[in-house]
C-alpha cells in the first residue's frame, strides 16, 4: 500500500473534468492529503445514448477503466456516471479494490426521506439505472416506496454546449412538474447538483443530489481501506 492515500475517479465523458469540477472540489476538501487519479474514456457516455442500453461492448470499456485505476494502485474506485452503473455492477465482480457508486449514498438517503420519489434526469440512459438503484435501496431497507420519472430532454446537450441558463431552466420546469406526484426528487445526474437548492426552493420538497454524498461516501470507504 502507497505511503499517499489515492482515489481513482471513473470519468465517462468530459462534463466533470472541463465543465462542472465539482467532484474534484469536493474530493480536496474531503480528504485533502490523497492523491486524485483521473481516468477518463471521454466518449462511453456518448456511445451508450446513441445506443440507448450499456451494451456488452460499453460495459467492457467501464471495466478496462477500473482495472487500470487498480493497477495504477487507487484504495478507493469513485464512479463519477450514473447511466454506466450496471457496467461498474460488473466492474465491482472484476477488481479488488472498493468501487463507490456516485449515487450510493443518494439513493439509500432517498429511500429513508420519502415514499414517493421522483426521479429527474437530462440523459435518457440514466433513468432505468437509477430508479433501480433506489429501488435496491428500498429493498435493503425494507421500504415500500414509489418511484416516477422524468426527462428533461436534451437539457445535457445544451449543457455541454456550454449555455448552463437554458439548461437550468429546462431542469427546473421538468422539476416543477414532476413535484405534483412526489414527495421528494432525486436529481439523476451529478450535473444537475448546484441546482438542488435552487429546486427545493421552487417546489418546496427536498431534493436530493448525489456529488457531495458520493464523494463522502468514497473518503469513508478510502478511510476504512487505510484504517
Same mark, same amino acid.
Not at 439505472?129 to 445535457?156: H, M, Y
Given at each position: 500500500?502507497?505511503?499517499?492515500? %489515492?482515489?481513482?475517479?471513473?470519468?465517462?465523458?468530459?462534463?466533470?473534468?472541463?465543465? @462542472?469540477?465539482?467532484?474534484?472540489?469536493?474530493?480536496?476538501?474531503?480528504?485533502?492529503?490523497?492523491?486524485?487519479?483521473?481516468?477518463?474514456?471521454?466518449? /462511453?457516455?456518448?456511445?451508450? =445514448? $446513441?445506443?440507448?442500453?450499456?451494451?456488452?461492448?460499453?460495459?467492457?470499456? =467501464?471495466?478496462?477503466?477500473?482495472?487500470?485505476? *487498480?493497477?495504477?494502485?487507487?484504495?478507493?474506485?469513485?464512479?463519477?456516471?450514473?447511466?454506466?452503473?450496471?457496467?461498474?455492477?460488473?466492474? +465491482?465482480?472484476?477488481?479488488?479494490?472498493?468501487?463507490?457508486?456516485?449515487?450510493?449514498? =443518494?439513493?439509500?438517503?432517498?429511500?429513508?426521506?420519502?415514499?414517493?420519489?421522483?426521479?429527474?434526469?437530462? /440523459?435518457?440512459?440514466?433513468?432505468?439505472?437509477?430508479?433501480?438503484?433506489?429501488? @435496491?435501496?428500498?429493498?435493503?431497507?425494507?421500504?415500500?416506496?414509489?418511484?416516477?420519472?422524468?426527462?428533461? @430532454?436534451?437539457?445535457?446537450?445544451?449543457? =455541454? %454546449?456550454?449555455? $448552463?441558463? $437554458?439548461?437550468?431552466?429546462?431542469?427546473?420546469?421538468?422539476? $416543477? &412538474?414532476?413535484?405534483?406526484? /412526489?414527495?421528494?426528487?432525486?436529481?439523476?445526474?451529478? %450535473?444537475?447538483?448546484?441546482?438542488?437548492?435552487?429546486?427545493? *426552493?421552487?417546489?418546496?420538497?427536498?431534493?436530493?443530489?448525489?456529488?457531495?454524498?458520493?464523494?463522502?461516501?468514497?473518503? +469513508?470507504?478510502?478511510?476504512?481501506? +487505510? &484504517?
Amino acid at each position: 500500500m502507497s505511503a499517499t492515500p %489515492s482515489i481513482a475517479v471513473l470519468h465517462t465523458s468530459l462534463v466533470f473534468v472541463n465543465v @462542472e469540477p465539482v467532484i474534484n472540489d469536493y474530493l480536496a476538501e474531503l480528504a485533502p492529503d490523497a492523491k486524485v487519479l483521473h481516468f477518463v474514456d471521454s466518449d /462511453v457516455l456518448a456511445t451508450v =445514448m $446513441r445506443d440507448g442500453e450499456v451494451s456488452p461492448a460499453s460495459t467492457q470499456r =467501464m471495466v478496462h477503466l477500473a482495472q487500470a485505476a *487498480e493497477a495504477a494502485g487507487a484504495d478507493v474506485i469513485f464512479s463519477a456516471c450514473s447511466s454506466l452503473g450496471p457496467a461498474i455492477d460488473v466492474a +465491482r465482480r472484476l477488481v479488488s479494490v472498493p468501487i463507490v457508486k456516485i449515487d450510493d449514498a =443518494m439513493t439509500a438517503s432517498a429511500v429513508e426521506t420519502a415514499d414517493a420519489i421522483g426521479v429527474l434526469a437530462t /440523459v435518457p440512459t440514466t433513468l432505468p439505472p437509477t430508479c433501480s438503484l433506489v429501488k @435496491e435501496k428500498a429493498q435493503a431497507a425494507g421500504r415500500d416506496i414509489t418511484v416516477k420519472e422524468a426527462l428533461s @430532454e436534451g437539457a445535457f446537450s445544451v449543457l =455541454m %454546449s456550454g449555455d $448552463r441558463d $437554458r439548461h437550468d431552466a429546462m431542469v427546473l420546469d421538468g422539476a $416543477r &412538474a414532476l413535484a405534483a406526484e /412526489v414527495d421528494a426528487i432525486v436529481l439523476a445526474q451529478a %450535473s444537475m447538483a448546484r441546482l438542488a437548492p435552487v429546486i427545493a *426552493e421552487a417546489i418546496g420538497k427536498p431534493v436530493l443530489s448525489s456529488p457531495r454524498s458520493g464523494a463522502e461516501d468514497a473518503v +469513508r470507504v478510502l478511510q476504512k481501506q +487505510r &484504517a
